[in-house]
């Protein structure tokens, strides 16, 4: 390999609204804000070759949160783009979720009940495999965009595998 990979600095996630988007990672996470940028002034070409984006669309926003340790989260608000905006399900390709870690899965999911957040069943604790430990549940944000919380001590892998997943019990692995 002719680069080194350092880990994940930030997951971009398009929303419909990025005031809604905000106050949810703020309501949920504790979410801190650390830049916005505001409207981009670019052409239809940066749109559509820079970014993958319809060439017609614009940014109307775009901010950069904490939450908490990890990876950091990057809100974009389009414009310009009439698609139906449909979000992909777990089971399909291109579906996805995002997991933060959090102390306490039973804490977390009574404070996403009373934020009136979409919670699926659970908390969910994996008794056994690679995963024993492992206690979770998943939610949807208000535009659809699947979420989960989890939480653990130790994870059943860690017994066979001198390699360590990202945890905030272990972050300076690598």
């Not at 990876?71 to 009439?82: A, C, H, R």
Request: net charge negative; aromatic share 12%.
């Amino acid at each position: 390999m002719s680069f080194k990979t350092f880990g994940m600095h930030h997951i971009g996630i398009t929303v419909p609204d990025i005031e809604e988007g905000i106050a949810f990672f703020k309501a949920v996470f504790g979410a801190v804000d650390v830049f916005r940028t505001g409207a981009f002034e670019v052409d239809e070409a940066f749109m559509e070759r820079k970014l993958g984006a319809l060439s017609t669309s614009n940014i109307k926003d775009l901010v950069f949160l904490k939450c908490g340790l990890g990876t950091s989260v990057e809100l974009f608000e389009y414009s310009g783009d009439q698609s139906a905006g449909t979000t992909l399900r777990s089971s399909e390709v291109g579906g996805m979720h995002l997991c933060f870690e959090v102390d306490d899965v039973c804490q977390a999911k009574n404070r996403l009940l009373e934020l009136g957040v979409d919670v699926l069943d659970g908390p969910n604790q994996v008794e056994e495999g690679p995963l024993a430990g492992f206690n979770w549940i998943y939610f949807r944000a208000p535009w659809g965009l699947m979420l989960e919380v989890a939480s653990f001590d130790r994870l059943g892998y860690e017994n066979g595998s001198r390699e360590r997943l990202w945890s905030a019990k272990h972050p300076a692995t690598g």
